[in-house]
Each structure stands twice: as structure tokens, then as C-alpha cells.
């Protein structure tokens, strides 16, 4: 079924999708080795597949429409390190995108840059943003076949031991994956290494140019965050990506996202000015940090032990919120009103994004998969950015026999319990009602919430701004059969309302509705 609804997009109420390339969809088996790439990994450690293309097919499916999906975020596609090495979870190659070995060009193994032009174009016919995933923090690993950057770009030690700020920034998050010398003053030159590849592949005087060119027009000096900043947002002007959530955030010092901030935006409008038929809406480029255990209760602020910092001041819009798997673990209530209340007050203006499971966190809500309704339920309709991770809404297992460390978190996309498994499907319908509800109301993710009734539970989202208008009611855990909702704090007597969980029309009457449903959830919304 597909929905069409006029509501703009609004990032504050976004449903977000995130995926990791590798593992999502394999639409080109034909590249799935490349830099021969071939020796037996730890499980789950090498790549599998997945593809840009792969990504594109679902696209063309109406995969993410129906699942009410109206952002795709993707781990990075940036060309990683050739060889593999051992953290002491067996053998792994970059399929994860965060090993970065050329920043300029794409990992044949994702795909290329023909293909990203294709899928941000595809996305965008069906109103769906493209956010990549940049890293500015490491470099990919060494290994015989990838050598070391040189030592005016990196440090190889001291390894973090993450007790207060210097201790998380200026060292190496584990041993043997050199930290860039962000903080650096220092000009560099580029690597030999890099110098010699783009020269066999026939683009050292173009890159070389292009640098210089941004060099110029910024003033910046040739340090090496600045680089990276300017290799990451080439990206945006080049193919018109929406967004991006940064990687490692809190293992920079704050300033570099401003600078990186900056350059998002001076390559966006660059891309509006060049392709003004292909542009979206007047929405701004959107940027989601990645600090690793920040939690919305702390507001702006995230505290390092002997300094705090304020991300939100430094080029973000967004934080990964890493308290919602256990606030989830609380009443609807609790955690609806207390969203609320941070979002419209100290967070105004700005949003988190909220899950329940992720590539790298090892103790998600749900493990076993055997609350897949509830978490769709708290995830989609909680207040803030939803962050669908690939398989929560099919029940994809997060425990993998023979697994070690995050790999566990990374198995390929369950195509098949979806094609073919009854109760995946009941738990996908179920996804894709709330996500279809929640992207057609920025209301649930953008707006203030109100409790009507604590039993039965009904509460209103309202959301207005710049003449747009949207509220919603919602229900949960109500009688199946017959249930009488109270709707007269939002609509009035005469107003035709769609129940869109069951599909059912009904009129307000005496300020309440009657729903006659087999089911214990209702989403209301005005009857176009």
C-alpha cells in the first residue's frame, strides 16, 4: 500500500533507516571481491556482498516506502584498507566502511560513483534523504599491503584509555588504527602512497587541482582534518547527499565539526545552485554526531570527566541518543512525556536519534527478537529521529552462533524470513503501519505531546510551523473489538478521522470516536 501525504519533511520527525552496506542487499555478485581480497576471515568479518546497487533494487521495490522510511542512512563507502588484519576477533576486512584507506574515491566492493548518483536520484523521486557516514578521526589500519600515513598526518600511540578529554582525542581509539592529527597546525603534503595511486589511475593533475581550488577558496591551511573535509563534503556537491552522521565524534577535539559543518553547507548550496531542478525543499544540510554514550537526559552537554562540551554548538543538529534502549525498558508514558519535554525546551531546535539496536552496541534492547512489536511501537512513536537499524523490523537475529565481538550485531539482511516466515510478516506489517504513520505526521517525532487518558492510554502530537499544521491521536495496548477514544482536545464534533492501523472511518461524535478493530492499536489522523 503505498500512502501519499502533502506533510513536508521535517528532519525533526524523520524516520531514519540505517544500514550497513555490506550487509543489506547484493545487487552485483560480479564485484564481491576486489584487491584480492580472499582469505578466510573470522565469521561474519569479511565482505558479503552487500552494494549500493543492492540498496538501489529495494529502492525500486518500495521497500522503504512502505516501511515509511524517508531517510537512509548507509556506513561509509569510501575506498577502505586491502588487506585484512586481527583485533583479536578473527580476520576482518573493511566491510564496514570505517577503515578508510582513499577518502577520494569508492571501494569497488560498494559500488561506484555512477551508482551513488543513481541511488541519491532514486531516492530523492520517492522523497527519501541520502546521509553517508563520514570519518575524520582514524585512518584504516596497517598492514603489509596498506602502509602507515606519514607521522605529520598521524599517531600511532598512545592507545586511549578514555578517562577524561586529552585521554579520548589525542591518541589511538585501539591499537594499530592511527588517529589523525586533527589538532594539527603542521602543513602536510599528500601521502606518497596516495600521490602514486591517483597518478595509476589517471587522476593525480584533477585531484591535485581540486585541492588547490579549495584550499584557495577556503584559506584554510593545508593541515590535515582539512583534507578529509574537504575529500567528505566533495560528496555533497558532487551527487547531492542530505545529511551526514559523523563517526567517532567525542575522539576530535569539538572545532574540527564546525570547520566540517561549514563546508557541508558551502557544498549543498553548491549543489542546489548547480542541479535547481533535482532540489528537494529548502531544507538544510543535516548533521547527526556520533558520541559514544551520550544521552538526552544531559541535554547539549556531554561530560568528558574534566571538561564538558556543548556538540550542538560545534556543527550538529543531532546526537545518537544511547539512553533510549533503556528508557525504552519503561512505560509509554514515561518516555513520551520525558522526549517531549527535552525536545521543546533545553534540545529546541535541535533532535536526537533514538534506538533500540545498532552495528556496535553490544547490549541492545531486544537480543533475542522476542519484543519486535513493542520495540516498533516505542521506536516509531517516540518523540526525536527514529533509527530503524536493518532487520528490527524483520526480526533479523542479533545473536549469531560463531560470532565474535560486534560481528554477532551484522548478520545479512533476513530476505528470506521475509519472503516466506508468517511472523515476520505479522511483525513487518506492524513496522510499517507506525512507519508509514510517523512519516506522513511530523507531529509524532517533531511535535509536543499530550496524554489524553491513562487507561485506556491514548495521547495527541501537535506540531505547527510556517502555516503547516498536523496533529494526530494515537491508542495503545486498547480492547480489541469495540474502544471509544476521547478526541475532542484535538477535534472537533462532525470531523471525519481514518484509523490508519485498521483502515476504518470514523466520524467525531459527542467529542469521541467508537473504532470497531481487531486490533489493540489506533492512529488517527483527519480523513483527507
Known sequence: MKETNKAPF????????????????????????????????GKLRGFEGGDIKGIIQKIDDGYFEQLGINVIWLTPIVEQIHDGVDEGTGLSYGFHGYWARDWSALD????????????????????????????????????????????DWVRTGPTCTYNNFENTTICTLVKNLPDIKTESTQEVEIPTFLAEKWKSEGRYDSEMASLDAFFKRTAYPRTPKYYIIKWL???????????????????????VWGDFKTQCDYAFATWKKNNPSKVLDNNPFYTIAEVYNYGISTGQWFDFGDRKVNYYENGFNNM????????????????????????????????????????????????KRVKSIESGTKLLLSPGISQVYYGDESARSLVIEGTQGDATLRSFMNWDAIKSNPETQKILLHWQKLGQFRRNHPAIGAGFHSEISNQPYTFSRSYSKNGFIDKVIIGLDLPTGKKELAVDSIFSNGTKLRDTYSGKEVVVTNGKVTVDSEFTFVLLELKN
Do not use: C
Open 10 to 41: 521535517i528532519w525533526e520527525g524523520a524516520n531514519l533507516y540505517f544500514l550497513m552496506t555490506d550487509r543489506f542487499n547484493n545487487g552485483d555478485p560480479s564485484k564481491d571481491i576486489n584487491f584480492n581480497r580472499n582469505k578466510t576471515t
Open 320 to 367: 545518537i541518543n544511547f539512553e533510549f534502549k533503556w528508557d525504552a525498558q519503561k512505560d509509554y508514558e514515561s518516555i513520551f512525556s520525558k522526549y517531549s519535554s527535552k525536545l521543546n525546551n533545553e534540545l529546541k531546535g535541535f533532535s536526537v536519534l533514538n534506538y533500540l539496536s545498532s552495528h556496535d552496541d553490544g547490549g541492545p534492547f531486544d537480543a
Open 233 to 255: 563534503t566533495d560528496y555533497i556537491s558532487e551527487f547531492g547527499i542530505d545529511g551526514y552522521r559523523a563517526d567517532t565524534v567525542k575522539h576530535t577535539e569539538e572545532g
Open 108 to 151: 569497488p566492493n560498494f559500488g561506484t560513483k555512477k551508482d551513488l548518483a543513481e541511488l541519491v536520484e532514486k531516492a530523492h523521486a520517492k522523497g527519501i534523504r541520502i546521509m553517508l557516514d563520514g570519518v575524520i578521526n582514524h585512518t584504516g589500519p596497517v598492514t603489509e599491503m596498506d602502509t602507515v600515513w606519514p607521522n
